[in-house]
């Protein structure tokens, strides 16, 4: 884009200079003719040419085939010499010493010019047949070779000079872009000249190290954060599930109010902990997600089962339509697992009387719906419930648990399994669909 702009540019000063040359050199001539031609009128009155016209103006002419010709004009503006190029003139100077100019074809310039003296050889027609005795070939000849020559002129400066810069800008945007796609990897070679292009490469390598210092920082401390946040996670399962069922079997012995609650609070703290094991899962850039069937009618009745009894217990209908097998996903089981239980846990939170849980086949992908009838969020927030940390109006007024990481997380794994989370208010349910590609291409 630069060189083509410099090229441009290059070449519009060139048409420029051509322009103006020509226009400067018209006045040029222009002047030059009236300064001939007076001068040459004056040495002829000196000779006493002027007196032979005034004797036979008929005859009278002084014809110069380097530099143009001269005929008297008569008072009548008729040219009474025949060998004139014009037979009559319309229109002639008021002012002696003046020229007027008239046009002549087939000639490049004629005017009649006004002297001091009196009679009939007053006015004088002067032309040119030739410019200032060039031909018109060979005029047009010197003009072409002259814009020949600031072509090559300028041929030679984006060679020499243009050119090569251009060059070296283009090759350092390109191993700048390298350089920033590999996280600031590598260094502009400093090599040729030290002028600003040199100084530029520097400082820019100078930039791109304290950057990749910064990352690296950055880089570590993330490391670490995750590390230490996947381990408490993992290390928090072992005594939760150990509590989870000595407190099932309390309520076998004898169910209460209290140890609901506290069934209620253990599921939370479950999935926040999954979530965060998942959220980890999701943001490593050194562990990609995995790729294997699934069966999905399998796993929508495992999720099914982990929330009945926690359904029951809130008074809840929970209804379950899982796809007849073969119902195969290709995917990350424990990520797609953790999305749907989300948006399950998420309508227990919310629903009224029922919940539901179905999967469908439409086309190259699966979705899967989960239905409430809870009061539903404002349709303003549907957009943002799937952003991380952000909770509606009426969960926060409601004063319930979360903390905005669940459907962020079934957002992510849709969309690294090749589909999306679609949040929608149908009447009196709020609707959650996830979309999951079910074959081989997905990209993951």
């Known amino acids: 884009m630069l060189g083509r702009r410099l090229l441009l540019a290059m070449l519009l000063l060139l048409v420029l200079h051509g322009v103006a040359f020509f226009s400067l050199n018209h006045v040029a001539i222009h002047a030059v003719r009236e300064t001939h031609f007076s001068t040459w009128l004056r040495e002829l009155e000196d000779l006493g040419e002027l007196d032979v016209c005034e004797a036979a103006p008929e005859r009278w002419g002084r014809p110069d085939r380097g530099l143009g010709e001269v005929y008297v004009v008569g008072p009548d503006g008729r040219l009474p010499n025949p060998a004139a190029p014009l037979r009559q003139v319309s229109s002639r100077p008021e002012?002696?010493?003046q020229f007027l100019e008239v046009s002549a074809p087939g000639h490049p310039w004629a005017a009649v010019y006004r002297s001091t003296r009196r009679g009939a050889c007053r006015d004088f027609l002067v032309f040119q047949e030739r410019w200032m005795g060039i031909e018109h070939l060979t005029l047009g000849v010197l003009v072409v070779a002259r814009f020949g020559i600031g072509v090559v002129l300028a041929l030679a400066i984006w060679a020499w000079v243009v050119g090569p810069l251009v060059r070296r800008i283009r090759t350092m945007a390109v191993q700048t872009g390298t350089i920033q796609r590999a996280d600031f990897q590598g260094a502009l070679p400093l090599e040729g000249r030290d002028d600003e292009l040199m100084a530029l490469a520097r400082a820019f390598n100078s930039a791109a190290g304290t950057a990749r210092e910064r990352l690296a920082h950055l880089e570590a401390r993330e490391r670490m954060i995750r590390e230490v946040t996947a381990n408490l996670a993992h290390d928090v399962r072992v005594p939760m599930t150990t509590l989870k069922l000595t407190l099932e079997r309390m309520a076998r012995q004898g169910p209460s109010q209290d140890l609901d609650l506290a069934l209620s609070e253990l599921a939370y703290l479950n999935a926040l902990?999954?979530?965060?094991?998942?959220?980890?899962?999701?943001?490593?850039?050194?562990?990609?997600?995995?790729r294997h069937p699934i069966d999905l009618s399998e796993l929508l009745g495992r999720i099914a089962d982990r929330f009945r009894l926690l359904a029951e217990r809130r008074g809840l209908a929970l209804h379950v339509a899982a796809p007849p097998p073969p119902a195969v996903l290709v995917g990350d089981s424990t990520a797609v697992e953790q999305a749907i239980s989300n948006l399950v846990q998420n309508g227990l939170t919310h629903a009224r009387a029922n919940l539901s849980l179905s999967c469908l086949r439409v086309g190259a992908r699966w979705r899967v719906e989960v239905r409430d009838d809870g009061p539903g969020p404002a349709r303003g927030e549907l957009p943002r419930l799937s952003e991380r940390y952000f909770r509606g109006e009426g969960a926060r007024s409601r004063g319930g648990p979360g903390q905005g990481l669940g459907l962020a997380i079934a957002q992510e794994v849709a969309q690294r399994h090749g589909g999306q989370l679609d949040l929608v208010r149908e009447g009196d349910v709020t609707v959650a669909r996830l979309f999951l590609a079910a074959g081989d291409d997905t990209n993951t």
Do not use: F, I
């Open 273 to 290: 902990t999954s979530n965060v094991r998942v959220l980890m899962h999701l943001r490593s850039t050194t562990w990609p997600l995995s």
């Open 95 to 97: 002012q002696p010493g």
